[in-house]
């Protein structure tokens, strides 16, 4: 890991999405890519964030 950019490319977007999910509730692989488009295109919020930037439960 440590040198992993001596082999990959540095990628511009976001490839890590965190949100708060109902318990028992498992996310679809196309909820995840929505959670990814929103923070890309919006930035962190509630609906979905980072570890840098994180959002407290909704209630």
């Known amino acids: 890991m440590m040198a992993r950019r001596d082999w990959f490319e540095r990628f511009g977007g976001a ?3 965190l ?8 996310p679809s ?4 890519f929505a ?3 929103l923070l890309d295109r919006y930035g962190p919020s509630a609906q ?3 570890f840098k930037t994180q959002f407290p439960p909704a209630g």
């Open 15 to 17: 490839y890590t999405a």
């Open 19 to 26: 949100w708060w999910v109902p318990a028992g509730h498992r």
């Open 29 to 32: 692989p196309d909820e995840g």
């Open 35 to 37: 959670k990814l488009w």
């Open 48 to 50: 979905a964030f980072t």
